[in-house]
């Protein structure tokens, strides 16, 4: 199984990342894996967990579409050196997020893809995020409030934060987003029910998920999920 956790071994991802400089030209300092002569393609843009850093996930543009361009964004909020976050966590018990925090790294986010899709001349239907954890609930909370600036997400192992499912109200903006959920029942950070109301919350405004559930998988991506989101994300620019 590949598990692309919060937490990882700095030192071993120093290593593997030491020759990918760290990006600072655009709003969130970000890792860039682009392919010059490629036109128009799909730009896929990593948001990492809770704690971690820009080079969590950006080893899995190795198992998805070579052809692609991809980023991976370090979050605006310094929890301590190497470890970042989107937003800080409300209270205790089910996981919420300070809704400041949300509408200020939402506004960062959200320029950040903007800048992001001219730089590498990409066409907003063409920009995907994928996010992981706390990186899939900036997914939800970006794509679903401004569906004109992306063209779909990957939600791994997340959740819809009360705050955006209380707003959400039935859109046709939204009707072309790309959605794919992707979660492990074995899941006891954010469990499985976290996927399938956000499934069932998306189909109740008329958008078209496609949910993956992987049995016995806990809070982390499968080989299996890598390959369903590859071949998603393959779908999507045929």
């Known amino acids: 199984m590949l598990k692309f956790l919060a937490l990882l071994?700095?030192?071993?991802?120093?290593?593997?990342?030491?020759?990918?400089?760290?990006?600072?030209?655009?709003?969130?300092?970000?890792?860039?894996?682009?392919?010059?002569?490629?036109?128009?393609?799909p730009l896929v843009i990593f948001l990492h967990g809770y704690g971690s850093n820009e080079q969590d996930l950006f080893d899995m543009k190795d198992e998805l579409p070579a052809q692609y361009n991809y980023l991976s964004v370090r979050a605006p909020m310094v929890i301590e050196e190497g470890r970042y976050q989107w937003f800080r966590q409300k209270g205790d018990g089910a996981y919420d997020g300070e809704t400041d925090?949300?509408?200020?790294?939402?506004?960062?986010?959200l320029d950040f893809v903007a800048q992001a899709?001219?730089?590498?001349?990409?066409?907003?239907?063409?920009?995907?995020?994928?996010?992981?954890?706390?990186g899939a609930m900036m997914s939800y909370e970006?794509?679903?409030?401004?569906?004109?600036?992306?063209?779909?997400?990957?939600?791994?192992?997340?959740?819809?934060?009360?705050?955006?499912?209380?707003?959400?109200?039935?859109?046709?903006?939204?009707?072309?987003?790309?959605i794919f959920i992707g979660h492990g029942t074995a899941?006891?950070?954010?469990?499985?029910?976290?996927?399938?109301?956000?499934?069932s919350l998306l189909q109740s405004l008329s958008l078209k998920p496609e949910f993956h559930a992987y049995p016995g998988v806990g809070h982390s991506i499968s080989a299996v999920e890598m390959q369903d989101l590859s071949a998603w994300l393959q779908r999507l620019n045929p």
């Open 101 to 109: 925090d949300l509408k200020t790294s939402g506004e960062v986010l």
């Open 187 to 199: 899941d006891t950070l954010l469990p499985y029910n976290d996927g399938t109301d956000a499934n």
């Open 117 to 134: 899709a001219k730089k590498y001349h990409t066409e907003p239907n063409k920009v995907v995020l994928v996010g992981f954890s706390q």
């Open 9 to 41: 071994t700095l030192l071993a991802s120093a290593a593997v990342h030491a020759q990918t400089p760290l990006q600072t030209d655009l709003p969130l300092r970000y890792l860039e894996q682009v392919n010059p002569e490629s036109h128009n393609q």
């Open 142 to 178: 970006v794509a679903l409030r401004h569906p004109e600036a992306v063209g779909g997400i990957a939600a791994l192992s997340g959740r819809m934060l009360p705050v955006l499912r209380s707003g959400l109200k039935p859109d046709e903006k939204r009707q072309e987003l790309a």
